[in-house]
T-cell receptor, first 117, second 113 residues
Framework: GAVVSQHPSWVICKSGTSVKIECRSL??????MFWYRQFPKQSLMLMAT?????????EQGVEKDKFLINHASLTLSTLTVTSAHPEDSSFYIC?????????????FGPGTRLTVL | GQQLNQSPQSMFIQEGEDVSMNCTSS?????WLWYKQDPGEGPVLLIA?????ELTSNGRLTAQFGITRKDSFLNISASIPSDVGIYFC?????????????FGQGTTLQVKP
C-alpha cells in the first residue's frame, strides 16, 4: 500500500506553546489529507480535511484558529496546534487516499503523540 | 460525530480459534474498510470492500460487504498471537462526495498462546 509518514513521532511541550506536526505522502500525491485525533482507548475522530490549494474544512466542534492546517504541496500537510493546553494532549494521526488503490482507501501515518505539560 | 456500531468491544480468545466481528449502520455505506491498529501506531488497512455482497480475503482474514449496504463483518481464522490489536471498521457514507471515513468504536483482540 501507499506510505504516509508523520513527524515528529512524539513531542512534549509546555502549555501555551505551539506545535507543528507534518504529514507526508511518500510515494504518491495527495490533494486531500485528513487529520484525526485519538484519545486513549477510543476510536479515531476526524478533525479536519486538508485540501491542497484551498482552505481546510473542519468538523463541527473543532476550532480552526486553534488547529491550523496548511496543505503546502501535493505531498505535505501540516497541523499546528496553537497555544497548546494539557487537554490537547492526544494522539494525532493523518491519512491520505491514494487514487491508484481506490478512491476511498485511506492510508494512515504512524501518528504523533502530543503531551502538553 | 457519527460512528458505526462495532461489536464486540473486546475479545479474549485462545490461539488457534476463529474470530468474528461486525459493524452496523442505520444508513447506507458505499465503502467498507477494515483496519488494524497496534499500540502507539497508526491504523493499517487490511481489507477494502466496494460492492454489496462482496466477500474478500487477505490471508487468514475474510470480510464481507453486507447485502443491505448497512453492515460488514471481519473474520480471522486460526488466530495467532500477532493478531493482537484493535480492529476498526470504517465506512464512507453512501451520500458522501468527500471520502471522509466514519469509524466504528473498535474491537480489542487479545490472543492467549
Amino acid at each position: 500500500g501507499a506510505v504516509v509518514s508523520q513527524h515528529p513521532s512524539w513531542v512534549i511541550c509546555k502549555s501555551g506553546t505551539s506545535v507543528k506536526i507534518e504529514c507526508r505522502s511518500l510515494d504518491f500525491q495527495a490533494t486531500t489529507m485528513f487529520w484525526y485525533r485519538q484519545f486513549p482507548k477510543q476510536s479515531l475522530m476526524l478533525m479536519a480535511t486538508s485540501n491542497e490549494g484551498s482552505k481546510a474544512t473542519y468538523e463541527q466542534g473543532v476550532e480552526k484558529d486553534k488547529f491550523l492546517i496548511n496543505h503546502a504541496s501535493l505531498t505535505l500537510s501540516t497541523l499546528t496546534v496553537t497555544s497548546a493546553h494539557p487537554e490537547d494532549s492526544s494522539f494525532y494521526i493523518c491519512s491520505a487516499p491514494d487514487s491508484l488503490w481506490g478512491n476511498n482507501e485511506q492510508f494512515f501515518g504512524p501518528g504523533t503523540r502530543l503531551t502538553v505539560l | 460525530g457519527q460512528q458505526l456500531n462495532q461489536s464486540p468491544q473486546s475479545m479474549f480468545i485462545q490461539e488457534g480459534e476463529d474470530v468474528s466481528m461486525n459493524c452496523t449502520s442505520s444508513s447506507i455505506f458505499n465503502t467498507w474498510l477494515w483496519y488494524k491498529q497496534d499500540p502507539g501506531e497508526g491504523p493499517v488497512l487490511l481489507i477494502a470492500l466496494y460492492k454489496a455482497g462482496e466477500l474478500t480475503s487477505n490471508g487468514r482474514l475474510t470480510a464481507q460487504f453486507g447485502i443491505t449496504r448497512k453492515d460488514s463483518f471481519l473474520n480471522i481464522s486460526a488466530s495467532i498471537p500477532s493478531d493482537v490489536g484493535i480492529y476498526f471498521c470504517a465506512g464512507v457514507h453512501g451520500s458522501s462526495n468527500t471520502g471522509k471515513l466514519i469509524f466504528g468504536q473498535g474491537t480489542t483482540l487479545q490472543v492467549k498462546p
